[in-house]
Structures are given as structure tokens and as C-alpha cells.
């Protein structure tokens, strides 16, 4: 054993096995593995029969609106096919719960490892339950959250929470040094290298970033008038989201290509002083595939070099128009007649509703959006409210008919 210590490499370290501990973590693991499995494996058996009609209900829907994998003519067998062998798939996913269930009990050990204690080990066995149901709620698009307690499991919370605060700080801090700067451009290249130095994004401050922006979006087109307190009702008490669903996303990813386009950097700027580009992005396969299309569209906008007028009528061209085809836009006013323009345009509006709308199918889509749906609903409440009170009008309600397209 000496040997092998003295003859490790320098970039190496031991690992420390606490012998002590390892009652412990075969206690836990002996309560853990039974609990686990059993309670995981009777949730998901329990909402098999949700998976199963939901999904059928969801593949139908794509099937007569001819969307999703049935939007192609030479793919409608396949995805018949698949509405066929459904059952197949959810008793699929019924084993692969029971299965992963063993090794979220098994995992419980490590944590009393690495916690060095055992009653962490136990809050441990009751969380991993409590997140797995609140996952399956997410995925199935059930009610919010989970009745089950999920206890926190890790001494070291307080880290994470202090690294955020730091985050903010060093991001409030760049934000006043490029007010003080006239070189817009060589601020952002400087605030590039330093972010890149300080840490890769994750896919969550990515996630985070398109909620904020679709919420601070929201404001404005609900103050101009594109977005009506009707469709904000239809939405949450209905589910009729397809609008606001695809819509709002996608206004706001062009708001963000517009201005990427404008700075000319390399990548996407998602907020006054960050820039994400391939360096720095996550390293998440599913955020890859939506980065890099992403990049490319901005490439395009920037070759197109937009006018002020034309980017300021792509706003309502984009939430009030379908954007199937270049006469579409006759009637509404937009500065250029250039149909080989126009169609360049509406076949990005395309693509960017395209992406939102596989964005959507990720779990937390939903319920992130809808939170942001009750959020307008609650303001947009208050305004009228208050316009009420003073004797005006402060949101114009617009309905579908006053659309140009």
C-alpha cells in the first residue's frame, strides 16, 4: 500500500475509505433497496394507465392535426405504428422504474459515505422517491410538485447558494462597468473571456434565461396589445396554450438572434453581459441540438441586415401570422416587397416555432410556463384594474379577427 501511494501521479489523490462508516452504509442499503423499489416501482404502476391514455390521447391529436412525427406524408406509417405498439412502450418504462429503482436504493450508501452520516442516508431514501414522483407528474403533464416529503439530503446546500450570490454580484458588477463604457462591442469581448474563466453554463441557467425572457416578452407584447387577457385565461383554465405555448417562445429566441445579429459576436447574447456560444454552452446532447440551429439562424439574420422598420413589424408578423407563405405579409404593412426576403424570414419563423414546440415535450416545459402564464394573468388583472379606477383603458383587448393575416 505505501508503494502504491508513494507512485501515484501528482494530479491524482487517494481516496479516503472510512472504514467506520461502512455499517452504516450497509444498514441503509438493507432498508433502502426494499423501500425504493417497492414504493418507485407501485408509482409507476400506478400512473401506467395515465402514460398509456395520455399518450394515445397526444399521438391521436398529432395524427388529425398532421403535426409531430405525422407532419411528413412518408412518416405517417411509422407513427401509426407507434400508436400501435404504445402499450409496449409504457410497460417498457413500468420496468425500466423497477430497474432504476434498485440502483436509487444501492445510491443511498454513497450518500451516507459522503455525508458521513447515516440520518442523511435515510432522508436520502425518502427524496429519491419524492423526486421520482414529481418527475413522472412533470413528464405525464399531471398536477404540479408531489404530496410525498422530500427532505433535503446533502449538509453542503449552502454552497450552491453562496456560489449563486456570488454569481449575481460578479454579473451586477459587469452590468455597471459596461454602462460606464462607450465600446459596446469591446466590453462584450472582454465579458466573454471573463465568464468563460469563471465557469461553462448549465443547462438550467439556459432554461432560466428563456423563462425570463419570455416573461419580460410577455409584458410587452400584453402592453402592445398582441397578446389579449382572453387567450391568458384560455390558456390556464383550458390548456388552449397553442398560441402563447409557441408563440411567445419564439418571439422571444428572435428578439435574442436580432440582437446577437446587431453585436456581431459569435454567439447568442441572452442577457446585457453574457454571451453563449459553443466554448461555454452546456455539454447536454438535447441543448446542442438546440444551440446549433440556433447559431446558424443568427448567421442568417445577420446576412440579411434588417432594418429597423422591418424588425420592429416582425413582432406582430410573428405572434399574428402563420407564415406559410410570402403573400401573407401584403396586407400588413411590412417595408419590404422582396419575396425572396420575405420567405427567408417566414421560413426562420417556422424553424424557431419548430424548436419551441419540441422544446415543450421536455418535462419542465410546462409548468414552467404555465407559472409564467398565472404571472402575466395576475398583472395584466391588475392593470385593468387600475385603468378601471382612474377611468381608462390601459390593455387593448385584441382578438383574433383584428389580425392582418
Known amino acids: 500500500m505505501d508503494e502504491l501511494r508513494e507512485n501515484l501521479p501528482s494530479h491524482e489523490k487517494p481516496f479516503d475509505i472510512k472504514l467506520s ?7 441503509v442499503i438493507l432498508v433502502g433497496v426494499p423501500f425504493d ?5 407501485s408509482i409507476a ?32 406509417p411509422f407513427a401509426g405504428l407507434a400508436i400501435i405498439l404504445w402499450p409496449l412502450a409504457v410497460v417498457g418504462a413500468v420496468l425500466a422504474a423497477c430497474v432504476s429503482s434498485l440502483f436509487l436504493g444501492l445510491y443511498s450508501g454513497i450518500v451516507v459515505h459522503q455525508e458521513d452520516s447515516m440520518q442523511m442516508g435515510f432522508t436520502y431514501i425518502l427524496s429519491v422517491v419524492s423526486i421520482f414522483d414529481e418527475y413522472v407528474n412533470d413528464l405525464l403533464y399531471l398536477r404540479e410538485g408531489t404530496c410525498l416529503p422530500r427532505p433535503i439530503y446533502r449538509k453542503k446546500m449552502v454552497r450552491s447558494l453562496e456560489r449563486k450570490n456570488l454569481e449575481n454580484s460578479y454579473n451586477n458588477s459587469l452590468k455597471n462597468r459596461r454602462e460606464d463604457s462607450q465600446n459596446a462591442r469591446h466590453i462584450l469581448q472582454q465579458t466573454r473571456n471573463l465568464k468563460w474563466k469563471i465557469e461553462i453554463y448549465r443547462p438550467v441557467q439556459v432554461w432560466d434565461w428563456l423563462f425570463r425572457s419570455c416573461e419580460v416578452n410577455g409584458r410587452i407584447l400584453l402592453r402592445d396589445g398582441l397578446i389579449c387577457v382572453k387567450e391568458i385565461e384560455e390558456c390556464i383554465l383550458k390548456g388552449n396554450c397553442k398560441k402563447l405555448g409557441v408563440k411567445l417562445p419564439a418571439w422571444s429566441l428572435m428578439h435574442c438572434l436580432l440582437t446577437s445579429a446587431k453585436c456581431d459576436t459569435e454567439g447568442l447574447v441572452i442577457s446585457d453581459d453574457v454571451e453563449l456560444t459553443r466554448m461555454n454552452g452546456p455539454r447536454d446532447k438535447v441543448f446542442e441540438w438546440f444551440i446549433g440551429p440556433l447559431l446558424i439562424m443568427k448567421d442568417q439574420l445577420k446576412k440579411l441586415q434588417l432594418e429597423e422598420a422591418e424588425e420592429t413589424c416582425l413582432k406582430e408578423l410573428v405572434m399574428r401570422c402563420k407564415n406559410e407563405l410570402p403573400e401573407e405579409w401584403d396586407s400588413t404593412g411590412f417595408p419590404s416587397s422582396d419575396t425572396v426576403r420575405r420567405a427567408q424570414l417566414q421560413a426562420i419563423i417556422r424553424r424557431l416555432q419548430g424548436i419551441v414546440a419540441s422544446m415543450s415535450r421536455i418535462p419542465t416545459f410546462r409548468r414552467r410556463f404555465m ?17 378601471n379606477h382612474i377611468g381608462g383603458s390601459a390593455i387593448p383587448k385584441h382578438s383574433e379577427k383584428d389580425s392582418p393575416c
Open 21 to 27: 462508516i461502512l455499517p452504516c452504509c450497509l444498514l
Open 371 to 387: 407559472n409564467l402564464v398565472k404571472v402575466l394573468y395576475i398583472e395584466a388583472l391588475q392593470a385593468i384594474a387600475s385603468a
Open 37 to 41: 423499489v417497492v414504493l418507485i416501482t
Open 45 to 76: 404502476i400506478w400512473k401506467s394507465p395515465y402514460m398509456l391514455f395520455i399518450g394515445w390521447k397526444r399521438l391521436l391529436e398529432d395524427l388529425i392535426g398532421r403535426e409531430g412525427p405525422f407532419l411528413e406524408t412518408e412518416c405517417v
